[in-house]
């Protein structure tokens, strides 16, 4: 494993985005991110958090096209990135169990295999960091994940 070095978000998050070019075309998304930091991790690592998440937000849609923002905040020693996005929302009670391995809060209703925030989380978890999701029904989901400066 090779030690991770200097990765620009935005660069990730533009891969991420082309590769998720034809659902954000159908779903006529719109997505919008702030000037994103530079962080120590695998370039593969990033996109994977970012193509999960925003892939998630153009899933779980509502009728409405998709609004997606992707956005970083320097706290002390972590940075906090957020995709906010305009969908379905989560109940709350289910903001913790999204997390686990195969977990689907929507049977088949929507494609998947319920491993994607699983994924992120030990991806996350593996620079120090954390990922919560805040959320409400009907009201659109913000996920939240951080990594150290």
Request: hydrophobic share 35%; proline share 5%; charged share 20%.
């Amino acid at each position: 494993e090779q030690p991770s070095a200097p990765v620009d978000c935005n660069a990730a998050l533009q891969q991420a985005l082309s590769n998720l070019g034809a659902a954000i075309k159908q779903s006529r998304a719109t997505i919008t991110s702030d000037h994103l930091p530079t962080v120590r991790a695998h370039d593969t690592h990033l996109l994977q958090l970012f193509q999960n998440l925003v892939g998630n937000a153009l899933k779980y849609r509502s009728k409405e096209p998709p609004r997606i923002q992707v956005s970083a905040k320097q706290e002390e020693t972590e940075w906090v990135f957020a995709v906010r996005d305009n969908g379905i929302g989560i109940d709350p009670q289910y903001t913790k169990q999204v997390f686990g391995i195969f977990t689907r809060l929507h049977g088949r209703k929507y494609p998947g295999t319920g491993i994607g925030l699983a994924i992120c989380q030990k991806i996350v978890e593996r620079y120090g960091g954390r990922i919560w999701v805040e959320s409400a029904l009907g009201k659109g989901s913000a996920f939240y994940f951080t990594i150290r400066i």
